[in-house]
């Protein structure tokens, strides 16, 4: 029996004497189904798939000789009820299992097998087969899927949901390994996506968002505040906002669509296809409980580390071509009645994709479209397969003939280039850029990198760097831009913001100096607007918007600047700079941040004297802080963090990615350059590692290693 606290859930078992104990508690759902999985395997057999290995996420329990078990289950495989048939489960007995318990899916299978049937209720109401004869991972795939399409409704808070879920396994994506993207790129990738399309919608003057997924790009419209009417007068419900994944996918989307509501379907989407493995999330929440009690504990547990092992090359393209199956099924629900066979191609990269459908009955053939629905299948499917050797797929290409009564033969292909596309399937060359930054390779056929290469030339890579640096702390507190006088949004304001504006110094050369202390003197204060929103600083506080945060909480900073000229022949070259403050608490990607992004564009643009004040408010009033409690961390005997990957203690610096190691006496000097925190070894004339300046305390490095080598 479990019961749920929140997000957590306390288990309790019955052993084989009848005695009831607490097997764990207030865990996540991962350990609770491991922890259940263990205690049934000392009372019966477990089964197992068909590679050996265990069985993680569903499950569905174990009955004597050879019946067969039908579980209702929830989106992360919670059991809500069972029950056990000696003839083959049919449609409509799932359903029933299914109304019964209020549970939207439903799994099959005979005791102790690998194969396992997945029946679904969509937003309907209407129960049918997602997956036919799989196994259990691939059924969890597909039924994460099923939900996402058909029953995601955004993220829950406790209580809000009618069927009492607390989170849900999508509600969160997790942050690509090359970082996010730049909003300059993302609003670059949509003028590239309007120009393409000759939509009627401006490409000059765009702005951008952040949201968890990436950015939200749109034209803003300048309101009348005095005006209570001029905000409906420039609705425009038949405009388009542009949604950018971290990854380069674009999808547009009605303004008429409340914006926090597709922000989070997107979010979802982009989560589903770039989750990792059930296993590996287990043995993440795994280690995350592990080291938790450990923490609790006090040191007492004596767990210094827990490694997690990714999956064997043999397992990761087991997943990728087991859910082919079902993508065949979901792609012949499509079908006109009667039809013998269809073929689909699916020609796809991070930022574009096309995909064709065919269905043949006797001599007919018909065009059917793809939906979206499919084209996030498609997605996951190639993300998985991206972990193999060989990388993505370009092409993937399904053939299906049906045979007698439901059988049906599967032809599948991985196209990976080794012949020039079809023109149809052909997509433009910097969508193909876009994906090799996504996932590089290490051979590119010949053809493609021609094509590839006629692609208009960026002076950015997707992943744009800063090429300006903060202003020097050493000069003068620069005023704030013309504002109105300022009111805190707390006790104890600060003075007014001086009036006159602020012309950004050119950027210093060199390494950046140390970060000074706050001095006495006037409190500086910014009151501007930013778009719709109102920012506020001062040294207590950071308000953006909705969003505040106090000053003595920050724990990372983050202020880059990119740089983006795109050039599409007849069209002028257009010049796209972006400067972005960051700061925020960690975890990095989940906890409470405020993120101002400013955009220009022209060939030479100065730096906003918004952005320069916020950066000097930081360097005065955060670095210090920041970069003395690093020290003191470190020379306590413990391991921090700093740049999002680069580990620092006593001993020197480790990197996981690129695997690096240096102690402190072969690192020979660490300065600020063209965007990135640039780190030497001795003899060694060029860097060893870089780290861009986009990721948390990235800035502190130089003057963290120096004072930790004084």
């Not at 004596?302 to 087991?322: L, N």
């Not at 399904?398 to 023109?423: E, H, K, Q």
């Not at 094509?451 to 620069?478: G, K, L």
Request: contains cysteine; proline residues 10%; aromatic residues 8%.
């Amino acid at each position: 029996m479990s019961v749920r606290h929140g997000h957590d859930i306390t288990l309790y078992g019955r052993d084989a004497t009848g005695t009831w104990r607490v097997l764990v508690a207030n865990a996540p759902a991962p350990v609770v189904v491991e922890i259940r999985r263990q205690h049934d395997a000392s009372c019966r057999p477990e089964p197992t798939a068909r590679d050996g290995s265990p069985q993680v996420g569903f499950e569905y329990p174990s009955t004597p000789g050879d019946d067969h078990v039908l579980t209702a289950i929830d989106v992360d495989g919670e059991p809500f009820g069972k029950h056990i048939s000696s003839t083959a489960p049919t449609l409509t007995a799932a359903a029933s299992l299914g109304d019964l318990h209020g549970a939207n899916y439903v799994i099959a299978g005979r005791d102790g097998g690998a194969v396992v049937t997945l029946f679904g209720r969509d937003a309907g109401g209407s129960w049918s087969v997602i997956a036919a004869d799989v196994d259990v991972e691939t059924a969890e795939e597909v039924c994460l899927w099923f939900d996402l399409t058909r029953h995601y409704g955004g993220p829950f808070s406790a209580g809000t949901d009618p069927g009492g879920r607390v989170g849900h396994p999508l509600d969160h994506v997790s942050p690509p390994e090359g970082g996010r993207m730049a909003a300059a790129r993302a609003i670059s990738l949509v003028v590239e996506w309007i120009r393409a399309r000759g939509l009627d919608h401006p490409t000059q003057g765009l702005a951008a968002d952040r949201f968890e997924a990436g950015w939200s790009v749109y034209a803003p419209v300048d309101v009348d505040d005095s005006d209570p009417m001029a905000f409906l007068e420039t609705l425009s419900v038949g405009g388009s906002v542009f949604l950018v994944s971290d990854l380069g996918r674009v999808k547009e989307i009605s303004s008429a669509v409340p914006p926090q509501e597709a922000e989070e379907l997107f979010t979802a989407e982009e989560a589903y296809v770039r989750r990792a493995l059930a296993e590996e999330e287990f043995m993440a929440d795994l280690r995350d409980e592990v080291m938790r009690l450990q923490g609790e504990s006090e040191g007492s547990a004596g767990i210094s580390s827990f490694t997690i092992d990714a999956p064997t090359q043999e397992v990761v393209a087991a997943r990728a071509s087991r859910l082919l199956d079902p993508l065949a099924q979901q792609v012949a629900l499509l079908g006109p009645p009667g039809w013998d066979r269809f073929a689909a191609v699916f020609s796809l990269t991070v930022s574009a994709e096309v995909a064709q459908l065919r269905f043949w009955s006797g001599r007919r053939s018909t065009d059917v479209l793809v939906p979206e629905q499919i084209a996030v299948l498609v997605r996951r499917q190639r993300h998985l397969a991206a972990r193999m050797p060989a990388g993505p797929w370009w092409r993937l290409l399904l053939d299906v003939r049906r045979g007698s009564g439901t059988d049906a033969r599967i032809t599948t292909d991985y196209d990976y280039g080794d012949r020039p596309f079809p023109d149809d399937h052909l997509l433009a060359p910097e969508h193909y850029r876009d994906d090799l930054a996504a996932y590089p390779r290490a051979d590119t056929p010949a053809w493609l990198a021609a094509h590839v290469a006629s692609a208009a030339p960026r002076t950015a890579p997707r992943a744009t760097r800063a090429t300006t640096r903060p202003p020097d702390p050493r000069q003068d507190w620069p005023a704030p831009p013309p504002t109105r006088q300022a009111s805190a949004p707390h006790s104890g304001a600060g003075a007014p913001a001086p009036q006159n504006p602020y012309h950004a110094p050119n950027p210093p050369q060199g390494p950046m100096p140390p970060a000074r202390p706050a001095q006495p003197g006037p409190v500086p204060v910014l009151d501007t607007r930013v778009g719709r929103k109102r920012l506020y600083a001062d040294p207590q506080v950071i308000t953006f918007g909705k969003k505040s945060l106090a000053l003595d909480q920050v724990e990372w900073v983050s202020y880059p600047v990119t740089r983006t000229a795109t050039n599409h022949f007849p069209f002028p070259t257009t010049y796209v700079n972006g400067w972005e403050f960051r700061v925020g608490q960690y975890p990095y990607y989940v906890g409470p941040e405020i993120l101002v992004y400013f955009v220009t564009g022209g060939r030479e643009a100065e730096q906003p004297a918004e952005w320069t004040f916020l950066v000097n408010l930081a360097r005065q009033y955060l670095e210090p802080r920041l970069l003395t409690d690093l020290v003191a961390r470190v020379r306590r005997g413990e391991t921090v963090t700093v740049g999002g990957s680069l580990k620092v203690n006593q001993g020197g610096i480790a990197c996981k990615r690129p695997r690096l190691s240096l102690p402190w006496q072969s690192i020979s000097a660490t300065q600020l350059h063209d965007g990135t925190a640039c780190i030497y070894q001795v003899g060694v004339g060029t860097p060893v590692l870089t780290v861009p300046l986009s990721h948390p305390n990235a800035v502190l490095i130089p003057d963290l290693f120096a004072a930790l080598t004084s």
